[in-house]
């Protein structure tokens, strides 16, 4: 009698313990439930506000590409003017060497035309001298070849210059000078020396009226701006 009643009291703690820890387990489950919404609700939250975000960055992208582009044009845009503006100041500086406002020099060639140093007897001297008709042949031939400019010993040339024969004299530009005449010429010299030279061209004629010329290529020519008060009076 006494065993059984032991038997029943541990029968009852057990089935106390299980009751007890049901309880506990069921509780615990509860409770951990009740976090899982919260961390649900605050995750659920951050994920909006990170679409939010990336929405927001894609916008922000999307502006930037737009942006770039803008500041690719106006580079480009500033390219063009640059070249432009840098095409106009080569034309100035091009058209104020050709009217001598600038010094120049460069390579080139140089014509020296003298007068015949024989005259045989009976025959009209004017006949095998320099005149101003050959220093005109020359200087056109090298204007029509590309020079950039032009002297007669050391007197430069200009779109007002004016030559004449004044007896055994040239006068270029009001200052006379005897022969021979040096005629100085910057440009690609591999261009106007051949265009001098050409069978039948200027040097043939030169020499059919006995006119003495001699051609060199020069490695560097250096002309002086004509002064203001010169190109007026020319």
Known sequence: MRGSYVI????LLVAGFLFSYSYQLTRESNRNQEITTEQWDKEYEIRSQLISKEEINRDLQKELFEKQEEV????ESLKDQKQVYYNLVEDVEKYRMYVGDIAVQGKGIQVILEDSSYVPEGENVNNYIVHESHLF??????????????SINGQRLSSHSYIYCNG??????GNQFPAPFVISAIGDPNVLLPALNITGG???Q????????????????KMEPLLQEKKASS
């Not at 690719?72 to 580079?75: A, T």
């Not at 055994?168 to 530009?173: N, R």
């Not at 030169?206 to 020519?221: A, F, H």
Request: net charge negative; proline share 2%.
């Open 137 to 150: 042949s020359v200087i056109n031939e090298l204007y029509i070849s590309g020079a950039d400019a032009i």
């Open 72 to 75: 690719k044009e106006i580079e």
């Open 168 to 173: 055994p004299v040239v006068t270029v530009d």
């Open 202 to 204: 200027i040097v043939d």
């Open 8 to 11: 029943f009291s541990l029968i």
């Open 206 to 221: 030169l020499s059919y009226d006995n006119v003495v010329v001699t051609l060199e290529k020069r490695e560097n020519i």
